[in-house]
């Protein structure tokens, strides 16, 4: 097994940084994911791991050894990208074997490596089929298959699951995540997807123009997010932001001044809350129906608090509420999250 230490990494195109002063370590045997939106530079990091883009300055280290300049082929890694760049005219074996062959390593090798990996993805039934044979599932597997064949000490995915509908993408990152437990190997993913993020990560590196906004495990993220920005992009529906007003010496939902929030610091701009952690509760702050998602265990209900509008609440079962509805809604004072004006969170809790 090999860490990966990113030092100070930057990345320039025509004088603009798509990654800058980027610095991590991704454990040895560990799951890391680069996670955020489109041109946040989560791709092109991972390029520069895998040695097929130079950075502009700063430093990678792939186990004891500097790789910063090295080629691709010395850094000891696999591959996996979004497109499954399977060779159409050749078998699942010949594509799975393809780069032992180019590799020329020894051949007396290739039958005990090939069924332990057609074991391990279950493709040993497959074996003789061509790519156009086989579902998308199982092309993904193949792709897989010959990533993990070259036995390298750390594997890199760009996305690899983007093409595969809802179900197969759930199945698939089940089959990956135990495939990196079982073999042991460091695995750093990309993905925009953070139910991917979250669901199989050690750690998440969340990633905004270029600079890494948080970087925490899955579960830091969710309960300690370190901005606005972090608050909004993990969750399903994303954490509300309530806009707050000085009212009295105390803050308030602005818009709602009889609402008093406690322990809001004076310098608070928003209150997060997470959609799971509001209840209908006729003590609570009021608030008005918007609209109502069903989605059979549960409920979305969407509100105006104060000023503040498409508040999310997650209620169990079919609520029955219409727009225009008056609702008092409630919330634990310790799932509340202050930020301020500059988006930036306010420990109240001595984090």
Known sequence: ????????????????????????????????????????????????????????????????????????????????????????????????????????????????????????????HLLDRKPAQLSGGQQQRVALGRAVISEAPVCLMDEPLSNLDAQLRHEMRREIRALQQSLGITMVYVTHDQTEAMSMADQVVLLRGGRIEQLDTPDGLYARPASEFAARFIGTPPMNLISLAPKDGAMAVAGAPGAVIDGAPAQASKLGVRPEHIRIDGSGIAATVESVEYFGADSIVVCRVGDSAGVAVRVGGHLRAQPGENLRLAWPAGQQHFFAADSAVIDTNGR
Request: glycine share 8%; net charge positive; hydrophobic share 40%.
């Open 1 to 124: 097994m090999s860490s990966i230490v990113l030092d100070k990494l930057t990345k320039q195109y025509a004088g603009a940084a798509a990654i800058q002063d980027v610095s991590f370590t991704v454990p040895a045997g560990s799951f890391t994911v680069l996670l955020g939106p489109s041109g946040c530079g989560k791709s092109t990091t991972l390029r520069m791991i895998a040695g097929l883009d130079t950075p502009t300055s700063g430093t990678i280290r792939i186990g004891d050894r500097d790789v910063t300049n090295l080629p691709p082929a010395q850094r000891r890694i696999s591959m996996v990208f979004q497109s499954y760049a399977l060779f159409p005219h050749l078998s699942v074996r010949e594509n799975i074997l393809f780069g032992l062959k180019v590799r020329k390593e020894p051949a007396r090798d290739y039958d005990r490596r090939l069924q332990r990996v057609a074991t391990l993805l279950g493709l040993t």
